[in-house]
Every structure is written in C-alpha cells, then in structure tokens.
C-alpha cells in the first residue's frame, strides 16, 4: 500500500508514531475528528493477506490521546461488529467495520484512540485520535458510499459484502447559497434570443482538515452516492469540490467546500425557435390582438 494515502475516515497506523498529531512538525496539536458518544465512526484497515479471522483479534482497547491509559475494552464489540474481505491476488486483505451499532458505553468529551491486535500480536492497528462529541446534532454530517467496490493502487475501499458508507461529522455552516446562471443564444435584429438557459443553486462551508482527512475527502466527488445532514435538512450531493488551503505552518488547511443538489433548471428558448422559422413577430401579433 502507498504510504501517506489514507483510505477511511478513521485511519489506522502500525504504530503511534504515525498519529497525525505525533509527526514532529505539528507540536502535539490535535485537530479534531469528531465522533458521536457510543459509537466509532465506520472504518476499514487494509493489512497484508493472512488467514486471519475476526475470531483472531485478540484485543480491541480504547485509550485516551492525552494519557495514553486505557479507558475500555471492546474486543467482543469488534469483533462482532467486523468482517474480512479478502483481496488475495493482491496481497492484502480489507477489514471493514460499518459502525452502525453502539460499540462503547458513553464516553466523556475528549480525546481517544483505538488500539486492535491479531493473535500474539501479529497484527498490530491503532487508529487516528477522534474527539468524542456527547451532543452530535451541531454537526454538519456526510455520507458517502458506491455502489461496488473501489479499487485503485493504493489498495480496495470495500463498499459491498458488506454494505458499508462513509460518515464523516464536521463543525462548520452552509452559507446561505450562490445562483449561478448559463445562457446561450444569439442576437437578431436586436433582440436577444436564448438557445439555452440553466439556472444552478450552488452551497458552500468552510472546515480545517489535516492531511489525512483531505484524503479520504477527495473521493466524496468520485462517489456514486453522497449526501450532507444539517439542521434536519438533507441535501443529496450532484458535485462536491474541497479546495484546501495549508496554514504558515503546514499542519492544518483552511478548506472550502462546495456542492450542488438537485436544483438546476435547464429550458431551451421557445423565442429562438420561432425566430428560426420565422414566425415570431406572427405569433406575437396575434397574442397581442386576442387580448
């Protein structure tokens, strides 16, 4: 697999060294992935091809980011709640784990991470820090999810077999929205006559993201299905750009996010066509009269 090029919402690293927060450059500074109390957010671990089973993960232990000490066991949880897909004839195999179902007694707000092993420690996973958010209803939330696997060099984000999607909760605001405005046409004898008209509703918000979050975000766009919750509002994605902007310090991007829904309105010009026959000026007079 290609380092530095994360797949899950929750990545996951051999070691804690690799923690977003642990790289020399960024100090400790933690820069939230929130998460609802109770749950983990939906992720996938891709590991070398074993014979390894669920019944194999050996521990599953939440820690917190600022102690390092251990808060609690969930290894039953897991291993209940993930399933292996394998991918052979690559050499590696996807762990997927939907996040569907409480997995973890309430946790108190703070920081966290997951620590997973594989028989006497064969395998070894610890996951990015999350932010465990008790009130989650703020937040503006994505889901994003295809209708078959994804497999590209990097490694396979599975999506069936089972059934999984991507969720991701952000602390940020839609803007009140853009109207974007297409024509074509043509002019004749001085009057304008429109071929074609669209009319878009376009939204926008604002985020910071580490690296690895931008990441995964970057396949929003590329999804077959992809939709944002906010406010009891559900807005079912056509687009989705992010445009990051790194920080002086190169830890943390400023990023704008922008998506379009199920708001364009296209019509082809009556007007234009007439003209083209020639009939125009007939059909106006005869309007005008019948008024």
Request: charged share 20%; hydrophobic share 40%.
């Amino acid at each position: 697999m290609i380092p530095n090029n994360n797949l899950s919402v929750l990545p996951f690293y051999t070691s804690l060294d690799q923690q977003n927060a642990r790289k020399w450059w960024l100090y400790g500074r933690v820069y939230p992935l929130y998460c609802p109390a109770g749950f983990l957010l939906p992720f996938q671990i891709i590991t070398e091809h074993t014979n390894l089973t669920p019944s194999n993960i050996s521990g599953a232990t939440i820690y917190d980011a600022n102690t390092d000490q251990q808060i609690a066991g969930i290894t039953t949880e897991i291993r209940n709640g993930i399933t292996k897909k394998e991918f052979a004839s690559l050499g590696y195999d996807v762990w997927v784990f939907p996040g569907q179902l409480p997995v973890v007694n309430a946790l108190q707000n703070g920081r966290y991470y997951l620590l997973v092993t594989w028989g006497n420690w064969q395998i070894v996973r610890v996951s990015e820090i999350f932010t465990v958010v008790n009130d989650i209803q703020p937040y503006l939330k994505i889901t994003w999810w295809d209708l078959a696997d994804f497999t590209m060099d990097a490694g396979t984000i599975v999506y069936t077999n089972p059934a999984f999607k991507n969720v991701l909760y952000l602390k940020a605001d839609i803007a009140k929205p853009e109207y974007p405005f297409e024509e074509e046409g043509e002019t004749r004898d001085g009057y304008f006559f429109p071929t074609k008209q669209i009319s878009e509703k376009r939204y926008r918000f604002n985020f910071l993201a580490s690296e690895y979050l931008l990441d995964v975000m970057r396949f929003i766009r590329m999804a077959d299905f992809a939709q944002i919750e906010y406010h009891g509002q559900t807005y079912s994605l056509d687009t989705f750009l992010i445009t990051p902007e790194w920080e002086d310090n190169g830890d943390v991007a400023a990023v704008e996010a922008v998506f379009d829904t199920a708001t364009v309105a296209k019509k082809i010009g009556v007007g234009f066509i007439k003209a083209q026959r020639g009939d125009f000026n007939d059909d106006f007079n005869n309007d005008f009269n019948n008024q």
